[in-house]
């Protein structure tokens, strides 16, 4: 694992990763849009995600210093998919058939921050390692939680509710992440670009 910051790290996802049966399962109380993943004006407006669907069911895949992490194999798919269209010479469809032994999969896993009380506050890319290779294999965690996650809660448990027992080493930290340090990190270069704008060409 790298030095950096609580919500910004270099690691190896597998010394995080859990056994799904010992948590929860949840889902969302109803179809919604997705926030948007790293939104950093003037920068970029962000980058769409899928829409959450409340038939998928999300299980706690990492614990990540205190962090719990869901994903949803359903929306991997998705995702997927969605590779395989904009780029289908590196991705084929059938690597996004969970039921194919032989299937690899997007080059990213998308998941989200949660705390027990169904609280989701954040995205976290993690890769796929069957697609990296060496070092270029370690997720760069980074708690992305610059789109709109408003309205919380928006997941609910529906299966082996017992084990929300199990997720209590947990930071209740909604407020922070990368939002809340954006201000810091980006002050200075926001205040330039917003100085010296970019020229279009002639």
Same mark, same amino acid.
């Given at each position: 694992? %790298?030095?950096? #910051? ?8 597998? &010394?995080? /990763?859990?056994?799904?049966?010992? $948590? ?28 959450? !669907?409340?038939? $998928? ?7 990540? !210093?205190? /962090?719990?992490? &869901? ?13 395989? %269209? ?30 027990? *009380? ?20 370690? #997720?760069?965690?980074?708690?992305? *939680? ?16 017992? !084990? ?9 930290? #909604?407020?922070?992440? +990368? !939002?809340?340090?954006?201000?810091? &990190?980006?002050?200075? +270069? ?13």
């Amino acid at each position: 694992m %790298s030095a950096g #910051t609580e919500d910004n790290f270099v690691a190896d996802d597998n &010394i995080f /990763r859990v056994d799904p049966n010992d $948590y929860p399962v949840f889902a969302v109380e109803q179809d919604k849009e997705a926030p948007l993943a790293s939104v950093m004006p003037p920068l970029g407006n962000g980058a769409q995600r899928p829409p959450l !669907k409340k038939s $998928y069911r999300w299980e706690i895949t990492h614990v990540v !210093k205190g /962090r719990y992490l &869901i994903g949803s194999q359903d929306y991997d798919v998705v995702i997927c998919m969605k590779e395989s %269209s904009l780029a289908p010479k590196r991705i084929r469809s059938k690597d996004c058939d969970p039921s194919n032994p032989k299937a690899k999969g997007g080059e990213y896993f998308e998941r989200i921050y949660i705390n027990p *009380n169904g609280h989701a506050y954040g995205w976290e890319s993690i890769k796929n390692q069957k697609r990296w290779f060496f070092r270029e294999k370690l #997720t760069g965690f980074k708690l992305d *939680n610059t789109g709109d996650w408003s309205g919380q809660p928006w997941f609910e448990c529906i299966e082996r509710c017992d !084990k929300l027992a199990n997720m209590t080493n947990y930071f209740d930290d #909604t407020g922070t992440g +990368f !939002k809340a340090r954006y201000p810091i &990190i980006y002050k200075r +270069f926001i205040e330039y670009a917003e100085k010296n704008p970019i020229k279009p060409r002639e």
